[in-house]
Every structure is written in C-alpha cells, then in structure tokens.
C-alpha cells in the first residue's frame, strides 16, 4: 500500500513540476474554467502587491481571499508552487486514509446488521469485502492526484487547491471523531467560502451516529450535543473572524469576500450558471435572483439529511458535489474534489444506470470548453451562448452523476434491506423506482 | 611750420588709428542688435474658411497673401496653406488653373508651385486650433504642422465670412473671438511665438481680435464692429468678385515690398482707408511690446535672415538686451517676458521615501499561533506535553 502510494506520489509531482516549468503555466493560468475571481493567483500577487504599497488589498475589485490567506502567502509567495502541491498532498493522503477509518466501522456496522437479521438473506453480494476495499484508498488517491482538472486547478495556483485541502482535512477531523477539531476545520472552510456551511449538517448527523445518540429533535441529548457543536463551530468562526479583523485593522474583507461570494458582481464566464443569467438580467430583478440562486445551494441540504441521516459519509459527498455545481464561482478544482471520492462508492457500480451518458457528456464538455472560449472570444463566430450551452450541459452531467449515485445508494439500501431480487405481490419481477 | 605739421601728422594718426577702433566699436553695438532683434525664424498660417464657387474671391484673398509671403522668403515648409474649397480646378472655373486677383487679369496669384497643406473639408475650427496649438496626433505629416518655437515671428491671416465675434468655417461651424483668443494664450504658454501678427479680413473683423491677452500680439482687421468688409471688383468673364477691397489694396502695398525694404507696420496701417475700403480697417497694437514703427514688414512678412559680414572679431561680452521700451507709456513698466518655471525640477527628482513591505502585526502572529497551540493540546491531550519536555 506504501510503495504504490508512493510511486503515486513521485508521477504526480513529476507531471506538475513539468507543468510549472513550461509555457502551459501561464495558458492555463488565464483559463477562466480553472480559476475564477475569488481564487485566482494572479489577483493574490495583487492584493499582496497593493498591500506592499500601503493600501488596503480590498481597495478596487481585484482581491477576493481571506486575510488568513494573505497571511499565509505573504510568508510563501515565492514558494507558491510547493505551497499547492502540498495542498494537493493533502487532500489525496487525507482522502485515502480516512478510508481504513470508515471501513472498520462500516464492516463493524454489516457484520451486526447481517448477525441480527436486518439485512435479507440473499444480498450477500451487496456486502462489502475487505478485499475488495483493500485498494479504494489507493484509488481515490489516484483519482485526485492524476485528475486533469486538479492538475489543471494546481499548475493554475488557484487557492481553489487551499479550499479543497481544508476540506479534506475537515472531513478526516469528523470522520476520526474530534469534534472540536473537525468544528475548526469547518468554521475555517466556511471563513474561505460559505459554502460549506452546509456540510454543518452532514458533520453533526455523523458525531451524533458516531456518539449514538439518536437524531430525535424532542430528545434533550440531541440538542446538547448540537449545541456544543454549533458552540465550537460558530466559536471558532467568529474567533478566525476577529484574527482577520486583526491582521489588516479593518472589516474591509467582510464586503469584498462575503459580500462578493453572495451578490456575485464580477461576471466573468466560468463554468458555473451564475454569470449568464446575471449578465442579462435587469437591474431590478438582481435581488431577487440572486436570493433565489444562493437559497438553491443551501436548499438541498435539509431534505438530503432527512433522507440520508444513517448516512452521513455519503451525505458529505453529495453535499459536496451540491456546492460545487451550484456556487457562485465554481471551477473544475471544485470538481476535482467531489470526482475524488467517486471510488469510495465502487460498490455502487452495477446501480448506475447513466454512467455512459454522463461520462460521455463531461468529457465532451470539456473538450468543447476551450474550443468554444475560443470561438467566441477570438474568432468571434460564436457568441456567449455557445459558451453557457457547455457550461450547462456541464453542470447537467454533474447533476445527472450526482442523482445517478444518489440513486443507486438508495437503490442499495433498498436492496439490503429488501432482498436483491424484487418480488411485486403477485411474485413477478419488480423494478424500482426513484420518485 | 614743423611744428604745425607735427600736429597735423600726429592728428592723423590719432584719426587713423581711432577709425578701426570706431568701427569695431560699431560692429560691437550692431552685433548686440543682432541678438537683440527678437525673431530667427517667421511662420505664416494662411486659412481661407469658407467654400463655394461664389466665394471665390476668399480663396484670392489667401492665395494672394501666400504669394506676397512666399515671395519675400517664407518657405513652403513654414507656410501652413489652407484653403476650404478649390477654386483653381472648379469646374465652374472659365479659366482653369488660375485663380486671379484683378479682373484685368494681370496676377495668377494661383501660380505654378501652390502647395496646400489643408483643402476641401480638412479645414475646420479644430483642425485650425490644433495647428496653432500644436497638439496634433501623431501621424500628422511636418507639412501639416506649425512648428513654430519661441524665437518664431508668426503671421496668421484669416478670411471668409464673419460677424460680431465669429468667423464661420465651411458654411456649418464657427470660432469664436474668445475661442481665439485662448489658442493664442495657449501658444504664449507653450512659447510657440515671439511675436504674432493677425489679419483678418471679413465683416466685423475688429471683433475678433477685441478680446486677445496675450502678449505680443498685433491685429489688424479689415473693418470695425458693425461695418461689412467689400469686395472688390467682379470679374464678368469669371463671373464671380475676385477679390476683397482690403486684401486687394494689402496685395497692392506687399507687391512693393521687397526684401530688403524698410516699409514698417505703421505704413501697413495705412493700407486701404475708408476713402478706398468704405470699410475703416482697424488695428490693435496695445499687446505688442515694441513700437509699431520700429516693427519692419519683413518681421512678419518675409523671412529675412540677418547676416553681418565682418572680418573682425567681435567680443560678445554684454548679454541679450532686453526689448526696447515703448516711447509711448513711461509710467507703465512692462517687466522683461523670461521664462515660466514649467518644471519644477527639483520636486521631481527628489528621492521617495523607501517603502516597507507589509508584516502582519505582531499580536496577529502571536495569537493565531497561541490558538493553534492550544488546538493541538487540546485534541491530542496534555499527556503529550511529558514526552516532548
């Protein structure tokens, strides 16, 4: 497991450090689908040039990161490119070790669900085997690392990598059981973008499984658990604030980071849905809509808790996937990290029903990205529709793989539960539905 | 008598030896005149404004004065030429090639080597106040540009239709007299002129030089406020009038100057009174610093260079005499024009403070590291702290 992680390791660094050295850097740099406003390296060297100058980074429109972030570059700047790879390190060790920690306790959970007759007789080979699992950790390093679009995102030096790096690190706090710790690490990936204040929900679901207390909103035990969660999340949160408000003396980023993520003024395309609709809407209209596409990100995530709460790892990952469709600057590195957990659910596979569409439709997406950028912005025999049609077959493919996962967890637990083969009443085949 | 003629031979050395001292003393006092003259280079901007066969005899009038001007020395490279419309090659034209100024026919004032610098619909209010002020984009040609500095003696000459405080380009916009009146501070301050002389000739011409302050400036204009300017003769082979009364008398008085002549800006003043012009030509010179009789027609007119020829060798010792003061007002001091400070030189070039480069503040520091510290002590337990002390 060491030697093949390792020779994992030795390609990755290899392929980025041959990216970083050539010309590709600066293309790839300046490709809106890699990086967007808010992480944009370019506009990091800005902010901590505007900032050598005297002036406040949040001055004009160009900065967008955090004041921790610019702590943190301040002292790396110069060793930004190390800085990523690392941050890639991360997320990749991060992801594979938190494997062997969800397995024991999920074979723990089988071994007890089969012993006390929960699950029906013949879904033997719905089980999960210890050998079959022995190479997912591997995999899901692999499908971090030598993803193209986290090389893209890395050799880019988007902060986007930063965000996935804490993610990851967030998940592993949870998933390992430190609540203070995993409460840290979420009130700082919500200090960096807001979004993953839905993966609050998810955590606690997990902490609550983790500690047995039953998810019963009249129990008292729930609520204090809840409490002291929130407690440490919302304590961390408004402590990291205050650091920030320390660093530059001013609430200056509260407008330019928050207040940019939610009112979304910069309309540069990329690959999310925000920048179409925005560009051609009146004036008036703004408000409302841009309530209406932020409350879309938040929306899913009480129904998706209700009906996965025995579930919370996979609860995580849909959430996940959730706020990289649907925030308002999104970038492949958001991809990335959702797509990284993909063979977590190998187990999933013979439920897929739309696998070949939706793979088919994201790589022909982005293959066509580029080509159409370019047919609009340089040949101009295109124009930005050509450009939105991909950016939302995009996201509908990544709508489609999430709901096609989503539907064969069910579809599994339904099995489990039910028996693989379905009998309708009157003992002919059944199929199953999702509504 | 020996004595007598010892005298006589010891006063004649004494002559002959003061002569060449008399003389070099002269070439020295000539020699500061010299320098003292004012102008080295002379420029004309000749504008005809308006267009149409009929006006005809705008375009005489500007030619007729490139002419005069050309011939007294002032070379096609200082001349900015522009003329609204083409007469010569009209096809109205009876006479093609020819643009006359008399109707016997006597002056082509069209001649052979024209060369205009703006024609036809180029000749409008801005172009003509880029030309004066210089700021002209960068691909226009040297031929289209006045490039006049400040020991240039400049004479601009304006014709076509005008009223009280206009003058109309083209049939469909207008200068004003204040719009004028601006370039020309705009050229003082830029020091584009040494001195400048400014003739107009259309109706009510007097009002457009009523409102110049700049200094060094003459004008001189064919008609006062409220009177029209005439013109001249028609011509009924041509058809149209070829010329107008001022300019035609004004061609009659420069065809007489040459060169050399003496003729100075008070006979200029003369030209064409009210017996011949029926208009009464007006002039203003309380602008202009050096008396109008000592100023020569060939300041503005020609480009006469002036050039001693001594075999001595001069000791230029005395710096540039100041200009000469006006006899008329004593009791005003008119101070030397110097220099404006344009640049203030030494608040350039003085050295900006170092800059800093930004630190996080030391309390950041140390408490986002306390924070950390304590995180990590509180998840992994105090019992750690006995192995690492």
């Known amino acids: 497991m060491a030697a093949p992680l390792t020779l994992l390791l030795i390609v990755a660094v290899t392929i980025r450090a041959v990216l970083f050295r050539s010309s590709l850097a600066e293309l790839i740099s300046a490709r809106v689908e890699v990086v967007s406003p808010l992480n944009a390296w370019k506009r990091v060297v800005e902010g901590l040039a505007l900032l050598d100058l005297g002036v406040s980074p949040y001055s004009g429109d160009v900065f967008h990161e955090t004041p921790l972030m610019i702590y943190l570059f301040h002292f790396t700047v110069d060793y930004a490119e190390i800085v990523f790879i690392v941050s890639a390190y991360f997320v990749d060790c ?103 204040l839905t993966l609050f929900a998810p955590a606690l679901l997990f902490f609550l499984q983790r500690l047995y207390i039953p998810v019963n909103l009249r129990r008292s035990s729930f609520w204090f658990f809840t409490l002291q969660y929130a407690f440490m999340y919302v304590g961390s949160l408004v402590v990291i604030t205050g650091l920030s408000f320390f660093l530059l003396g001013s609430w200056d980023f509260i407008p330019s980071v928050y207040g940019f993520i939610f009112s979304v003024p910069d309309l540069t395309p990329n690959i999310g849905l925000f920048w179409y609709f925005f560009a051609e809407m009146f004036e008036h209209f703004r408000l409302f809509f841009s309530c209406v596409f932020q409350i879309n990100v938040f929306f899913y995530t009480i129904p998706l808790s209700i009906k996965l709460k025995e579930h919370p790892v996979f609860l995580i990952f849909m959430q996940i996937a959730i706020i990289s469709i649907f925030k308002s600057y999104p970038t492949v590195g958001d991809v990335a990290l959702y797509m990284a957990f993909l063979p977590a659910w190998s187990h999933l596979y013979r439920f897929l029903r739309n696998i070949f569409l939706v793979s088919c439709v994201l790589l022909a997406c982005s293959a066509l990205f580029p080509v159409l950028w370019h047919l609009w912005i340089y040949a101009g025999s295109a124009n930005s529709n050509f450009y939105y049609a991909i950016t939302l077959l995009f996201n509908f493919g990544q709508i489609l793989l999430v709901a096609d996962y989503f539907y064969a967890y069910l579809r599994r637990e339904h099995h489990l539960t039910h028996g693989l083969y379905l009998k309708k009443k009157d003992g002919t085949e059944a199929t199953l539905v999702l509504k | 008598m020996n004595y007598c003629n010892l005298i006589t031979i010891f006063a004649f050395i004494n ?28 420029w004309a901007v000749l504008v005809c404004t308006s267009r149409f066969w009929f006006n005809y005899r705008h375009v005489a009038n500007t030619l007729s004065v490139y002419r005069s001007v050309k011939r007294l020395g002032i070379p096609d490279s200082h001349i900015v030429l522009m003329l609204a419309d083409d007469m010569a090659c009209n096809y109205r034209n009876p006479k093609p090639a020819t643009v006359f100024s008399h109707k016997n026919m006597e002056l082509n004032v069209y001649g052979d080597d024209v060369e205009v610098d703006y024609r036809g619909y180029e000749v409008t209010v801005e172009n ?16 289209k540009r006045l490039l006049s500095d400040d020991r240039s003696n400049i004479l601009i000459y304006l014709t076509g239709h005008g009223g009280n405080g206009f003058l109309k380009f083209q049939d469909s916009e207008e200068i004003s007299n204040m719009e004028l009146a601006d370039a020309f501070e705009q050229m003082w301050q830029k020091r584009r ?52 009364k001022y300019t035609f008398y004004l061609l009659e008085f ?58 001595d060798t001069i000791n230029l010792t005395s710096p540039v005499e100041p200009p000469i003061k006006r006899s008329g007002s004593s009791d005003i001091q008119i101070e030397s024009l110097t220099y404006v400070d344009q640049l203030p030189v030494a608040e350039i070039i003085h050295q900006k403070p170092k800059q800093k480069d930004w630190h996080p503040p030391d309390g950041f520091i140390l408490g986002l590291w306390t924070l950390i510290l304590l995180v990590f002590f509180q998840t992994y337990g105090i019992k750690h702290l006995k192995h690492i002390f």
Do not use: W
Not at chain 1, 128 to 138: G, N, T, V
């Open chain 2, 254 to 311: 420069l065809e007489e100057v040459h060169p050399a002549s003496q003729a100075n800006m008070n006979d200029l003043f003369k030209v064409c009174p009210q017996s011949q012009c029926v208009s009464t030509p007006g002039h203003r010179t309380d602008l202009f610093q050096r008396d109008p009789g000592s100023v020569l027609i060939t300041d503005f007119f020609g480009s006469v260079r002036k050039v001693e020829i001594t075999k």
């Open chain 2, 15 to 42: 002559l002959l030896v003061s002569i060449p001292h008399g003389y070099s003393n002269y070439v020295e006092t000539k020699a500061g005149q010299f320098f003292s003259s004012g102008h080295t280079n002379n």
């Open chain 1, 94 to 196: 991060l992801s594979c070790f938190l494997k062997p920690l969800d397995r024991a306790k999920m074979f723990r959970k089988q071994k007890y669900a089969l012993e006390s007759d929960r699950y029906s007789a013949d879904c033997l080979e719905l089980l999960r085997s210890p050998k079959e699992m022995f190479y997912i950790p591997l995999k899901v390093a692999m499908f971090y690392l030598l993803n193209p679009f986290t090389i893209l995102s890395c050799v880019a030096k988007s902060t986007c990598g930063l965000n996935n790096a804490i993610i990851a690190l967030f998940i592993f706090c949870t998933l390992k059981g430190s609540a203070l710790l995993s409460g840290i690490l979420l009130a700082l990936a919500t200090y960096q973008s807001i979004y993953p």
């Open chain 2, 128 to 143: 003509f106040l880029r030309v004066l002020t210089g700021r002209l984009p960068p691909s226009t040609p040297r031929s």
């Open chain 2, 193 to 244: 002129y040494n001195e400048l002389l400014f003739i107009i000739d259309t109706c009510q011409g007097a009002s457009m030089y009523e409102r110049f302050y700049s200094p060094n400036l003459m004008a001189l204009a064919s008609s006062q406020v409220g009177e029209d300017s005439l013109s001249h003769q028609p011509d009924l082979g041509i058809g149209v009038h070829l010329m107008d």
